[in-house]
């Protein structure tokens, strides 16, 4: 079974950094999309970052500038350096791999969630 593992949250000070990193494990044929999503308390679930197919990228407006997404297809990971942490950007930090699994079937995948903390 294709499995995502996130690790790298934490509790950071504003201005500070933290990398995220996610990992699938399985049976996997390929990956295309690869994302980042995040969810505060008592708020929907918004994207944060996005590799599409290729290496372009997408960034939510508040978070241009600071964050960067990345991915190493060798590894099956997909990382988000977080710099300049705000306050704001306390949530819970999903990550996402559209993944072609054994079955060669598309299916979509999502991390556990981490835990990112931004306060004084």
């Known amino acids: 079974q294709v499995q995502l593992v996130e690790s790298g949250g934490g509790l950071v000070q504003p201005g500070g950094s933290l990398r995220l990193s996610c990992t699938a494990s399985?049976?996997?044929?390929?990956?295309?999309?690869m994302g980042w999503y995040r969810q505060a308390p008592g708020k929907q679930r918004e994207l944060v970052a996005t590799?599409?197919?290729?290496?372009?990228?997408n960034y939510a407006d508040s978070v241009k500038g600071r964050f960067t997404i990345s991915r190493d297809n060798a590894k099956n990971t997909v990382y988000l350096q977080m710099n300049s942490l705000k306050p704001e950007d306390t949530a819970v930090y999903y990550c996402?791999?559209?993944?072609?699994?054994?079955?060669?079937?598309?299916?979509?995948?999502w991390g556990q969630g981490t835990q990112v903390t931004v306060s004084s």
């Open positions: 590799m599409p197919s290729g290496d372009s990228t």
């Open positions: 399985g049976t996997i044929s390929s990956i295309n999309r």
């Open positions: 996402y791999m559209k993944i072609r699994d054994y079955r060669l079937l598309w299916r979509d995948y």
